[in-house]
């Protein structure tokens, strides 16, 4: 299976981008960008968004990258700049288990996110909690990415639609089988 060397993981909060990034960036041997990590800094301050795309567009800018989130202000460069674009569309249930199973252990065991953030039961419960915003969002994510996928604005790119854990399974088999790892 020919990914090419640029390729951008989206899909839903809970939908396992990053988890498959890595995995597919070991695979591969093609670095992993995770662009959480380029949006937050220290304290959960947001990264302005000029310097926010100035990051995004050096790194889309090199040979390479693997790069999973959705941020629509970067669309345009790395849906624009990717070669394959794999959409894990899984169904809204398990992404919301997904999500507060997540959020819970962090906050259990004050895992560190991006530049040392933690999530707390404050932020668990409060109106930016990442689960209302996973739920929120959920439905409005599907629908662009089902507008994208079936679209021509993004026709010339490799879209994998990834919506079941048998979809995940055939695509790991697929890689692992293939001549171009």
């Excluded at 989130?69 to 970067?74: D, H, M, P, Q, V």
């Excluded at 979809?167 to 790892?181: G, L, P, Q, T």
Aim: with cysteine; glycine share 6%; net charge positive.
């Amino acid at each position: 299976m020919n990914l090419g060397r640029k390729i951008l993981v989206v899909g839903a909060n809970g939908s396992g981008k990053t988890t498959f990034a890595n995995r597919l960036s070991k695979i591969l041997n093609i670095r992993h960008y995770e662009l959480d990590n380029i949006f937050w800094k220290p304290d959960w301050k947001e990264t302005e968004n000029t310097e926010f795309r100035a990051k995004v567009d050096a790194v889309t800018q090199t040979e390479s990258w693997i790069i999973d989130g959705n941020y629509s202000r970067n669309q345009d460069l790395t849906i624009g700049r990717a070669d394959t674009i794999i959409w894990l569309d899984v169904p809204y249930i398990k992404m919301l288990y997904r999500v507060t199973k997540r959020s819970i252990y962090r906050i259990i065991t004050q895992k560190p996110l991006w530049h040392n953030n933690r999530e707390s039961i404050g932020s668990l419960i409060s109106k930016k909690s990442i689960v209302l915003f996973a739920s929120r969002t959920y439905s409005s994510k599907n629908a662009k990415y089902n507008r994208l996928i079936n679209g021509s604005e993004f026709a010339e790119k490799k879209w994998i639609r990834l919506k079941s854990g048998g979809d995940v399974r055939r695509f790991w088999r697929e890689i692992n089988s293939s001549d171009d790892c």
